[in-house]
C-alpha cells in the first residue's frame, strides 16, 4: 500500500517561501494514472487542491495560486514538493500530500502537517 509523509518547518515567516516535501514509500511516484497532488486545509474552513504532478512530471496547479506555487519532484528519493513563495498568514493550514489513482479513484493521503504563517 502506498504511504505518503509530509516533512518541513511548521512556521514560516510571511513573505517567505513555504517549503514541503513528501516522501513516498510502497509505490513509484513514476507510476502511470497516477497524480500526486497538494491540498490544505486552512483552520476552521474547506479542503483545498492546490495542485499536482503527475507521473511523467507534469503538473498542474489551482488558478488561484499559479503565480505563488510550484510542484517538483525528485525521482531519485521518490519524493515530491511544494513551493509557496510570498505568503501571507492566510496561508496558515494542515498541508496534505496524497496521490489520486486516476483509473480506481483510490486515493492515499498523508497525515497531514500544520504550517503556520507569523512573523
Known amino acids: 500500500q502506498v504511504q505518503l509523509q509530509e516533512s518541513g518547518p511548521g512556521l514560516v515567516k510571511p513573505s517567505q517561501t513555504l517549503s514541503l516535501t513528501c516522501t513516498v514509500s510502497?509505490?513509484?511516484?513514476?507510476?502511470?494514472?497516477?497524480?500526486w497532488t497538494w491540498i490544505r486545509q486552512p483552520p476552521g474552513k474547506g479542503l483545498e487542491w492546490m495542485g499536482a504532478i503527475t507521473n511523467d512530471g507534469s503538473t498542474r496547479y489551482s488558478p488561484s495560486l499559479k503565480n505563488h506555487i510550484s510542484i517538483s519532484r525528485d525521482t531519485s528519493k521518490n519524493q515530491f514538493s511544494l513551493q509557496l513563495s510570498s505568503v501571507t498568514p492566510e496561508d496558515t493550514a494542515v498541508y496534505y500530500c496524497?496521490?489520486?489513482?486516476?483509473?480506481?479513484?483510490?486515493?492515499?493521503w498523508g497525515k497531514g502537517t500544520l504550517v503556520t504563517v507569523s512573523s
Open positions: 510502497g509505490g513509484s511516484i513514476t507510476t502511470t494514472y497516477y497524480y
Open positions: 496524497l496521490t489520486h489513482v486516476t483509473t480506481t479513484g483510490m486515493a492515499y
